[in-house]
């Protein structure tokens, strides 16, 4: 049975960090990627990698946001610097297996506010 994990939100001020984990059990991924949704919103791309290493990234976040993973661990990580008022959603963690098949964590909350 496949799980994606989150962990790592909170609340920030803005132009703080923090470090998004998301802990995958159950199968290996082709791709991995983090996705979020604020309140009204549709659920957006943050960033995606793939098992190569190469990423891809929403222009919002471009600079201020790196993905990574760890694939001993089965973990992917996106550290968010600089962060803004409008980063404010849930940030899901979302993994696709090489049949295609998608799975999604639960998510975590990331609220960046004085």
């Known amino acids: 049975q496949v799980q994606l994990v989150e962990s790592g939100g909170g609340l920030v001020q803005p132009g703080g960090s923090l470090r998004l984990s998301c802990t995958a059990s159950g199968s290996r991924f082709y791709a991995m990627g983090w996705y979020r949704q604020a309140p009204g919103k549709q659920r957006e791309l943050v960033a995606h990698?793939?098992?190569?290493?190469?990423?891809n990234y929403a222009d919002s976040v471009k600079g201020r946001f790196t993905i990574s993973r760890n694939n001993a661990k089965n973990t992917l990580y996106l550290q968010m610097n600089s962060l803004k008022p409008e980063d404010t959603a849930v940030y899901y963690c979302n993994a696709v297996e090489s049949t295609q098949a998608v799975h999604w964590g639960r998510g975590t909350q990331v609220t960046v506010s004085s």
């Open positions: 990698i793939i098992s190569g290493g190469n990423t």
